[in-house]
């Protein structure tokens, strides 16, 4: 299932590329990197990330209110929590096999 992020600003809709492994890795730095703390924080390149090269520019998203940019880091922050999960479930699965 790919999973994208949208918000509508100024009556326009903006819907992100999917989620993919770049995104992931972006997050995993931020999460690792133990500057940063709390989703919001460690997902907030992400969200720029998955909105770039698309109608959604930096100023767009920079206008958003910190409610609506919220909810879109912990939208992200749930994908890539799930992808993390996934991949252990796999992971596991492979061990006992």
């Not at 999460?31 to 090269?53: A, Q, W």
């Not at 409610?67 to 596991?92: M, Q």
């Amino acid at each position: 299932m790919q999973h994208t992020l949208s918000f509508t600003h100024k009556n326009k809709k903006y819907i992100s590329k999917p989620f993919d492994f770049e995104t992931m890795c972006k997050i995993n730095d931020a999460h690792n990197s133990g500057d940063t703390k709390g989703p919001l924080n460690i997902c907030r390149g992400g969200v720029d990330y998955m909105f770039e090269g698309t109608d959604a520019t930096q100023d767009v998203i920079d206008a958003l209110d910190a409610g609506e940019h919220s909810r879109l880091c912990l939208e992200l922050w749930s994908f890539y929590v799930e992808a993390l999960s996934s991949k252990k479930t796999a992971g596991t699965a492979e061990e006992e096999a």
